[in-house]
């Protein structure tokens, strides 16, 4: 809902200015429907008032004693064992606290999501980033077993993978590592006639 000033705004610009409903509408970033809804409005809508909060003292009560309970879950659980609403509102009374089982399942709602792991999603552009890796592997390419050094590029925003084998871990190998993955991922492959 628009505030009281802002209302009074649009509908002095509109009705006594006489300035267009579509610059109204650029100028308070609204949409042209809502500065007409404002405009021909007989009444200006007057906001609701904040609902009260009904104070809960056996809720109140009750957390504290099941928030500690829920952090200590681990000490008396085991493997995959879960604590659960009803368990916890068992647990509860037998401590002596009245609560009803409703009000215990809406904590520990509150407790899971509290616990919820906030996660990001990587989004890359295409070209932004890529990771590489340059570790050792044994490979047996005549039935004999030696060792050899892998080189892998990955480009983040495709998920696409090159990868090569070194026959020594220095920069030389590094970069000319780096120069075939970027001639690979440029589309033509490859630049020169592989010999081992």
């Not at 000033?5 to 200015?17: F, T």
């Not at 509860?92 to 509150?110: C, D, F, K, M, P």
């Not at 552009?125 to 004999?144: H, K, N, R, Y």
């Not at 030389?172 to 780096?178: E, G, I, S, V």
Request: charged fraction near 25%.
């Amino acid at each position: 809902m628009v505030p009281m000033d802002v209302v009074a705004v649009i509908r002095h610009k509109v009705a006594s200015e006489g300035v267009p409903i579509r610059e109204v509408a650029r100028e308070l970033g609204l949409s042209r429907n809502t500065i007409r809804r404002y405009v021909r409005a007989n009444k200006i809508p007057v906001p609701r008032p904040e609902k009260q909060v009904r104070p809960s003292p056996v809720r109140d009560e009750v957390a504290t004693a099941a928030a500690a309970i829920w952090r200590a879950r681990r000490s008396f659980t085991a493997g995959k064992q879960r604590l659960t609403a009803k368990r916890l509102w068992e647990l509860l009374r037998e401590n002596g606290h009245t609560a009803s089982e409703r009000t215990v399942r809406r904590l520990v709602a509150e407790f899971r999501s509290g616990e919820r792991e906030v996660t990001v999603p990587l989004v890359y552009t295409p070209g932004e980033l890529a990771q590489v890796d340059f570790f050792e592997v044994w490979v047996e390419p005549s039935g004999i077993r030696q060792k050899a050094w892998m080189f892998v590029m990955r480009l983040m925003h495709s998920g696409r993978d090159f990868a090569m084998l070194c026959a020594q871990q220095d920069a030389t190998w590094f970069l000319a590592a780096h120069v075939a993955a970027f001639t690979y991922f440029a589309g033509w492959w490859p630049p020169w006639p592989m010999t081992t």
